[in-house]
């Protein structure tokens, strides 16, 4: 079984992240993504970020829908900030059968060298990525482990949802309708 691990803060999860998800999945031999919600990326500032908790349950609500994406908390449960390469090891220990597909924007990919134990997790795992602003993905995106996709494009954020939370403007679209009236029962 070929699972594709879809990392991020989902802060909070948006229509860009589930559009990304399903075109991979179509394009792809993956049988599942699953949505590994981190509690604090090493590389981001954690000011901003919504409770970890609700970022999970927004992530469970926004995928409902689709039977081959899986929300996943194991990071919750491991020492801060959380590396993707302890992360990979632990998903090994505790699902020896699944074989593990890294999913990641360009602009990601780009800055790889800056992750722990990058070299490794190129030996290790195959990495799938969706093009992401005007980023290439540099000097990675030429690895044979890694595949750029050709995706959609869409410049949506998180950061643009939060902003736009904070102004009182509609996110409507920006994010699925269950996220949107999460978000609203949190800012109650």
Same mark, same amino acid.
């Given at each position: 079984?070929?699972?594709?691990?879809?990392?991020?803060?989902?802060?909070?999860?948006?229509?860009?992240?589930?559009?990304?998800?399903?075109?991979?999945?179509?394009?792809?031999?993956?049988?599942?993504?699953?949505?590994?919600?981190?509690?604090?990326?090493?590389?981001?500032?954690?000011?901003?970020?919504?409770?970890?908790?609700?970022?999970?349950?927004?992530?469970? #609500?926004?995928?409902?829908?689709?039977?081959?994406?899986?929300?996943?908390?194991?990071?919750?449960?491991?020492?801060?900030?959380?590396?993707?390469?302890?992360?990979?090891?632990?998903?090994?220990?505790?699902?020896?059968?699944?074989?593990?597909? #890294?999913?990641?924007?360009?602009d990601n990919l780009e800055h790889f060298d800056?992750?722990?134990?990058?070299?490794?997790?190129? #030996?290790?795992?195959?990495?799938?990525?969706?093009?992401?602003?005007?980023?290439?993905?540099?000097?990675?995106?030429?690895?044979?482990?890694?595949?750029?996709?050709?995706?959609?494009?869409?410049?949506?954020?998180?950061?643009?949802v939060r902003s736009y939370k904070r102004m009182?403007?509609?996110?409507?679209?920006?994010?699925?309708?269950?996220?949107?009236?999460? #978000?609203?029962?949190?800012?109650?």
């Amino acid at each position: 079984m070929r699972t594709g691990l879809f990392f991020g803060s989902f802060n909070p999860i948006h229509t860009g992240h589930l559009i990304v998800a399903q075109f991979i999945l179509n394009q792809t031999d993956l049988n599942e993504i699953w949505f590994v919600v981190s509690p604090q990326n090493p590389l981001k500032s954690g000011s901003d970020l919504i409770d970890e908790k609700d970022r999970l349950k927004m992530v469970e #609500l926004a995928i409902e829908p689709q039977p081959q994406f899986k929300a996943c908390s194991v990071e919750f449960d491991m020492p801060r900030p959380s590396y993707t390469f302890n992360t990979l090891q632990k998903l090994g220990e505790d699902h020896p059968d699944e074989e593990f597909v #890294l999913i990641l924007g360009s602009d990601n990919l780009e800055h790889f060298d800056k992750w722990k134990e990058h070299e490794q997790i190129l #030996l290790d795992y195959d990495l799938i990525v969706y093009n992401r602003d005007s980023s290439t993905g540099g000097d990675f995106a030429k690895n044979q482990k890694v595949r750029v996709m050709k995706g959609p494009m869409l410049n949506i954020s998180s950061t643009l949802v939060r902003s736009y939370k904070r102004m009182g403007k509609s996110v409507k679209f920006l994010v699925p309708e269950v996220v949107e009236a999460y #978000l609203d029962k949190l800012e109650d």
